[in-house]
């Protein structure tokens, strides 16, 4: 299942929510909406370890938002810039490789995802690897 909720509250509303896996499980803190925040990669084909980035946009409006891909030195990657547009309290998952396919080599890959768009949106990382499976937070850029 896919999915996603969002909690209206007049109250700070700060819970954590548990992710299952096959063999593993993870859990998130509430999430911030930011307009701009970059996410960490971490990509390893020998060692099966894969970086996911999971958007969802809690706005009734359509927004496109832009992807960059940073290499460790903080560096943007050539040709690794992407437009995802995300439907009004959409969502898209995908790993990192699935969003920049243009011929970027991910079997080694450590770097970091800088996230922009016109409104506030939820975003964060879903790392894999056998028999692990953890969530990391989105981090704003000022």
């Known amino acids: ?20 896996g096959f063999t593993a499980a993870a859990g ?47 560096e ?5 810039k992407v437009t995802v547009s995300l439907a009004g309290n959409g969502q898209i998952v995908q790993f990192t490789e699935e969003f920049f396919d243009g011929g970027i080599d991910f079997s080694q890959f450590s770097g970091t995802v800088e996230v922009s768009s016109s409104v506030p949106i939820n975003g964060m990382a879903i ?3 056998p028999g692990k499976f953890a969530t990391l937070r989105a981090t704003p850029i000022p």
């Open 28 to 74: 998130m803190g509430a999430i911030r909406s930011l307009s701009k925040f970059r996410i960490p990669i971490l990509s390893d084909t020998s060692r099966g370890v894969r970086t996911g980035i999971a958007l969802s946009n809690p706005t009734p409006t359509r927004v496109d938002v832009t992807l960059r891909l940073r290499d460790e030195d903080g």
């Open 1 to 20: 299942m896919i999915g996603s909720i969002q909690v209206i509250s007049r109250h700070p509303v700060d819970e954590t929510v548990i992710f299952n």
């Open 76 to 80: 943007v990657v050539d040709g690794a």
């Open 127 to 129: 790392r894999v690897s």
